[in-house]
């Protein structure tokens, strides 16, 4: 699992780079942050098998990790940090 400041820094920068873009859009630009700044945990870097290594061997977030941006979206909306749009997209 990615740690979740690091996902939260993923995501703000992703909204930075493209401020209207829709909710939907946000988890592939994640994935590429992510994969262009080596961030996927290796097989090296084994904690526990939980982790979802096959997911990070071709560059995507797991399951839990989809989650967790999923919950920082929606507490950056919370913390008034960002501001869900009037388009249908989000």
Partial sequence: MIDYRI???LVIEAFQAKPNMSIQDVMPDVERLAAEKNIFPNREKKI???IGFDY?????????DRENVT???WHM???NLMVIGEERNN
């Fill in 71 to 73: 919950q920082i979206i």
């Fill in 7 to 9: 996902l939260r820094n």
């Fill in 48 to 50: 526990s098998s939980e």
């Fill in 77 to 79: 909306v919370r913390e």
């Fill in 56 to 64: 990070y061997s071709e560059k995507r977030l797991t399951p839990v």
